[in-house]
């Protein structure tokens, strides 16, 4: 499917939205080895408008999964690596004063894109780190007074490496529960990994999207009618019941020091929105919340001191908490 085949209406279908996903997942393919999951958790969280953090060892092909995304999507991609000596103004921009002009012309920074990849945001300093919040927040960014919108689908992907300690700065509390996913990514299987070798062991550089075949097939219109159809999936009020008791018993639990807020019902439920739209149906299931609830909760969560000494672990107990809440029939 092309961009020209996918009809650009003002309202589409939860069958049109599915076969949209299907292309985008047939373009990544052509690129991308495995992370079908990973995949599907930056599609839900696409179209239920959150940002991505993606953890996982370097050489896993998070950036070019990123990059991969944006192409597919026919976004305006942009990239900032983050360093100890990154500034604030060197992602939002600054006014500068143009001495032929005698004015100040705003110089936008590389924060104005739909979709930005902040690589490696953990090596920079919580200053820094926190130039990303209203924009995380409310989609604009303030400059010396003044409010500058960012396109209604500017989505964040972040990445971080899990194996280093020396020169990172740990994320905040506040920016991680800005976040509506923390995703693991992990080794590729051996089948997987001989796939990726086979394909790219005679490429010299960097491969590009565009090298590879990978074709938009979709637009932004198209993305603002996705983000409609997924409004109208329906979640019963039982359904919305039991995401808040799930919430809510991460703040009772005696091995958490820290439990989710409201703000991750209100992020649960719309991703388990998207999740249903993503497969077609207009109501929600007590399986989407299941299957979403280690990726909205896992950055949500501090263990209490008595679990760290213990062992214990977030995945394990986020998993406790889904199998004792219980579900809807």
Same mark, same amino acid.
């Given at each position: 499917?092309?961009?020209?085949?996918?009809?650009?209406?003002?309202?589409?279908?939860?069958?049109?939205?599915?076969? *949209?996903?299907?292309?985008?997942?047939?373009?990544?393919?052509?690129?991308?080895?495995?992370?079908?999951?990973?995949?599907?958790?930056? *599609?839900?969280?696409?179209?239920?408008?959150?940002?991505?953090? *993606?953890?996982?060892?370097?050489? +896993?092909?998070?950036?070019?999964?990123? !990059?991969?995304?944006?192409?597919? $999507?026919?976004?305006?991609?942009?990239?900032?690596?983050?360093?100890?000596?990154?500034?604030?103004?060197?992602?939002? #921009?600054? =006014?500068?004063? =143009?001495?032929? +002009?005698?004015?100040?012309?705003?110089?936008?920074?590389?924060?104005? &894109?739909?979709?930005?990849?902040?690589?490696?945001?953990?090596? +920079?300093?919580?200053?820094? !780190?926190?130039?990303?919040?209203?924009?995380? @927040?409310?989609?604009?960014?303030?400059?010396?007074? /003044?409010?500058?919108?960012?396109?209604?689908?500017?989505?964040?992907?972040?990445?971080? =490496?899990?194996?280093?300690? @020396?020169?990172?700065?740990?994320?905040?509390?506040?920016?991680?529960?800005?976040? *509506?996913?923390? $995703?693991?990514?992990?080794?590729?299987?051996?089948?997987?990994? &001989?796939?990726?070798?086979?394909? %790219?062991?005679? =490429?010299?550089?960097?491969?590009?999207?565009?090298?590879?075949?990978?074709?938009?097939?979709? /637009?932004?219109?198209?993305?603002?009618?996705?983000?409609?159809?997924?409004?109208?999936?329906? $979640?019963?009020?039982?359904?919305?019941? %039991?995401?808040?008791?799930?919430?809510?018993?991460?703040?009772? /639990?005696?091995?958490?020091?820290?439990?989710?807020?409201?703000?991750?019902?209100?992020?649960?439920?719309?991703?388990?929105?998207?999740?249903?739209?993503?497969? #077609?149906?207009?109501?929600?299931?007590?399986?989407?919340?299941?299957?979403?609830?280690?990726?909205?909760?896992?950055?949500?969560?501090?263990?209490?001191?008595?679990?760290?000494?213990?062992?214990?672990?977030?995945?394990?107990?986020?998993? !406790?908490?889904?199998?004792?809440?219980?579900?809807?029939?």
């Amino acid at each position: 499917m092309t961009e020209s085949e996918v009809p650009n209406l003002a309202e589409m279908s939860l069958a049109e939205v599915a076969g *949209l996903a299907d292309a985008i997942r047939g373009q990544i393919a052509k690129a991308v080895v495995g992370q079908a999951e990973t995949l599907d958790h930056l *599609l839900i969280a696409l179209m239920a408008r959150g940002h991505v953090l *993606l953890e996982g060892p370097p050489g +896993t092909a998070k950036t070019f999964l990123a !990059q991969c995304f944006a192409a597919t $999507l026919g976004l305006d991609f942009g990239r900032i690596q983050f360093t100890p000596d990154l500034m604030p103004g060197d992602i939002l #921009g600054s =006014n500068l004063f =143009n001495f032929q +002009t005698s004015q100040f012309t705003l110089t936008h920074g590389p924060i104005f &894109c739909d979709l930005l990849l902040a690589d490696e945001i953990n090596r +920079t300093p919580p200053k820094t !780190q926190a130039a990303l919040l209203e924009a995380m @927040q409310e989609r604009r960014v303030t400059l010396d007074g /003044s409010a500058h919108a960012l396109p209604a689908h500017f989505t964040v992907v972040a990445t971080q =490496n899990p194996i280093e300690s @020396q020169g990172v700065y740990p994320l905040p509390e506040a920016q991680l529960d800005r976040f *509506l996913f923390k $995703l693991l990514v992990g080794y590729p299987s051996l089948e997987e990994e &001989c796939r990726i070798v086979a394909r %790219y062991g005679e =490429n010299r550089g960097a491969p590009r999207p565009a090298d590879l075949g990978i074709e938009a097939v979709t /637009s932004a219109e198209q993305l603002e009618a996705v983000t409609r159809a997924v409004a109208g999936v329906t $979640l019963a009020d039982s359904v919305t019941d %039991y995401i808040v008791r799930l919430v809510r018993a991460t703040r009772e /639990s005696p091995d958490l020091s820290n439990g989710a807020s409201p703000r991750a019902a209100v992020l649960l439920a719309g991703a388990a929105r998207a999740r249903a739209a993503l497969d #077609g149906r207009d109501y929600v299931v007590p399986d989407d919340v299941k299957a979403l609830a280690g990726s909205v909760l896992r950055h949500r969560l501090l263990l209490s001191p008595a679990a760290e000494i213990e062992g214990k672990q977030v995945e394990q107990l986020v998993e !406790q908490l889904v199998e004792q809440t219980e579900a809807p029939r």
